[in-house]
């Protein structure tokens, strides 16, 4: 569901600052309309920076886009919130240099969107869980 190719979508990450974006990889979780829309932290950690892309600026197709940075004891990770088409406030619980714990919700859609994870894989010795075009649901681990 990705509006651009991924090494675009990496290109376009570089530029507005994530480190090291040759070595990450993603997880693209589409939030279906009719399921749950708050979002949680996918690991203990801090949060680093939120950084607000209007649709305007044509990153993530005519999205709005949210990219919150969690520093943890892993690494960065990087969670991209979409707000698709007519759905494009998030509404957060959680500020800039807040700790959060896995699975603290952080805020919520309030309809249907995507998230998108940014992670390195070597930070996790790969122990992903997740497998394609599965159904995950609140509490099911990622990593």
């Known amino acids: ?3 651009k190719d991924t090494e675009d979508i990496v290109q376009d990450l570089k530029e507005i600052g994530l480190r090291n974006t040759e070595d990450l990889q993603f997880i693209n979780m589409k939030l279906w309309k009719c399921y ?3 979002i949680h932290s996918p690991i203990d950690g801090k949060i680093e920076k939120i950084q607000y892309i209007s649709k ?11 990219i919150v940075t ?8 990087y969670m991209l919130l979409v707000g698709e088409l007519s759905i494009q406030d998030f509404d ?15 805020g919520r859609f309030d309809w249907a969107s995507q ?3 940014i ?12 497998i394609d075009r599965q159904k995950y649901f609140v509490g099911d681990s990622i990593f």
Do not use: A
Request: hydrophobic share 35%; no cysteine; proline share 2%.
């Open 1 to 3: 569901r990705l509006k």
């Open 36 to 38: 749950y829309h708050r």
């Open 56 to 66: 305007g600026e044509n990153f993530f197709g005519n999205n709005n886009l949210w």
């Open 70 to 77: 969690f520093n943890s004891n892993r690494g960065l990770i």
């Open 92 to 106: 957060f619980e959680i500020s800039e240099g807040d700790s959060v714990k896995m699975f603290q919700e952080i």
């Open 115 to 117: 998230v998108v994870l």
């Open 119 to 130: 992670y390195n894989p070597s930070q996790f010795n790969n122990e992903l869980n997740v």
